[in-house]
């Protein structure tokens, strides 16, 4: 059982107005197995909170801790965090012109597990997962993003987390951009591999429509940078018929 824990989380970043403080002390946790549900308007600091746990350099912790099973993910790199289990899915992946996707997954795989996978196996993980993602197996000789629609770069980065197998995932709305079928899949892929693995799941959506297809157990409201309310899946179909007037007006 693996434990992410958010304790007092203060986040600032550099603008050309001076620094501003995004995230206003966050307390949360997260146990594998579990789905947590971060819903907010625009500018509440959800994707903040996303990239400063994956250790973006732009966002500064300025006060508070985030530990993984005990562990300070704050003095760790980027790549150490990954290794310790940690995954985010972004809400704009990036290009890597020159990269194939095939070059990029083995060369991930190896660099979490510390080894490189036993070849015959591998392609056949990475062949079984891509269908049931619905992807055509040509996909793999692409380079990595460069050219693929919205469709395509959140199921590739479903297809990473399923070969990675983290032990916490953190999708930043995941769902922008996906036409019903696509997001489909993609919700499909998150369900198999939570179930098959008991990842702990935090997901960003601005919208209860991907909450269709994985069904939180906890929901969260940001609201300027702080947690305005928690509570269970009811609170997420509230949201879909109030919105989050109340929360900003207050």
Known sequence: MATLEIKNLHVSVETDQGKIEILRGVDLVIKSGETHAV????????????????????????????LLDGENVLEMSVDERARAGLFLAMQYPVEIPGVSVSNFLRTAKTAVDGKAPALRGW???????????????????????????????KRHEILQMELLKPKMAVLDETDSGL?????????????RIKSENQMGLLLITHYTRILNYIKPDFVHVFVAGKIAEQGGPELADRLESEGYDRYVNA
């Open 179 to 191: 036409d019903v079928d696509a997001l489909r899949v993609v919700a499909e892929g998150v369900n």
């Open 123 to 153: 392609v056949a993980d990475v062949r079984q997962a891509m269908e049931s993602l619905k992807m055509d197996p040509a996909f793999t000789e692409r380079n990595v993003n460069e050219g693929f629609s919205g469709g395509e770069k």
């Open 39 to 66: 819903m907010g308007p625009n500018g509440s600091g959800k994707s903040t909170l996303a990239y400063s746990i994956a250790g973006h350099p732009k966002y500064e912790v300025t006060q508070g801790e985030i």
